[in-house]
């Protein structure tokens, strides 16, 4: 129990509902939520396993994130669903208040940036500035005020994990405006180890392939291009990205810092 009585914050981390639609535009919109929920709930169960009380995020359900808190509690973690909207200027607030008075601790030992959004468009000329906003206020902004408002609360040993996606690596023409602000998330998790290191805190990124979740992107264009590319073919599990974050969150990985972890059959590296 590498992890126990440790506090950490997973954004994103209630279990994905709803009725999903195959061969729709949204469809890849609705697949990368799915799988920002689902990797989100892999790593709650993951860290709470390790002895970790949690905070649940959610920004719809509650109910969702209610069953996500009682599996955890089932396993012997102490858990609290908390509501923040990503796109709020409170959102980091929000969520460390609430630990911090949940689990009357002075103290966040883990954030796991997991929330996300995405937007898809065929081409440049379909990319709208509301578009471009709402998925850097997410995906970016949003990590950053969180990570702004643990860190005074974090000692050393203090962990924090962003997650990115292969993509920010590959690119893709569909996802422009998704690919760049992951790749924003990186570039900020890499400046920011580099200051929180005299610390003691490290930042890692842990980048997912194609992650099966109870949708699939086979048969589209971006599956067919990433699994070209893959030494392992087939997709990869949430609970298999789950496994590197509670890694970089424990103990043994106290000399990482500053790295991008590829959780993606070796799409990196083609």
Do not use: C
Request: charged share 15%; hydrophobic share 45%; aromatic share 6%.
């Amino acid at each position: 129990m590498d992890l126990k009585g440790k506090t950490a914050i997973v954004t994103g981390s209630s279990k994905p509902t709803g009725t999903l639609q195959h061969g729709t535009r949204s469809y890849l919109v609705q697949w990368l939520t799915a799988l920002t929920t689902g990797i989100g709930a892999a790593v709650a169960f993951a860290l709470a396993e390790q002895g970790a009380n949690i905070v649940v995020h959610y920004s719809n359900s509650a109910d969702s994130a209610q069953a996500v808190v009682k599996q955890i509690k089932d396993l012997g973690a102490q858990a609290v669903a908390i509501k923040a909207d990503a796109s709020s200027n409170d959102f980091g607030k929000t969520l460390v208040e609430g630990a911090l008075d949940a689990f009357n601790t002075q103290t966040i030992d883990i954030v796991v940036n997991n929330a996300g959004t995405a937007a898809v468009h065929p081409s440049i000329a379909e990319v709208d500035a509301d578009s471009w906003d709402t998925v850097y206020h997410v995906n970016v902004r949003a990590p950053f005020l969180l990570i702004q408002a643990a860190v005074p609360h974090m000692k050393e040993g203090g962990r924090i994990i962003n997650i990115g996606s292969i993509v920010a690596r590959s690119g893709n023409k569909m996802l422009t405006v998704y690919a760049s602000s992951k790749a924003a998330v990186t570039s900020m998790s890499v400046s920011l180890a580099e200051e929180l290191g005299p610390k003691g805190i490290t930042v890692n990124v842990v980048a997912p392939g194609p992650i099966s979740t109870e949708m699939s992107m086979k048969g589209s264009p971006i599956y067919d291009k990433l699994m070209n590319n893959a030494h392992i073919k087939r997709e990869g599990s949430a609970e298999e990205v789950a496994s590197a974050v509670a890694w970089l969150a424990s103990s043994k990985a106290g000399y990482v810092t500053g790295q991008l972890i590829g959780v993606d059959g070796g799409i990196s590296f083609p």
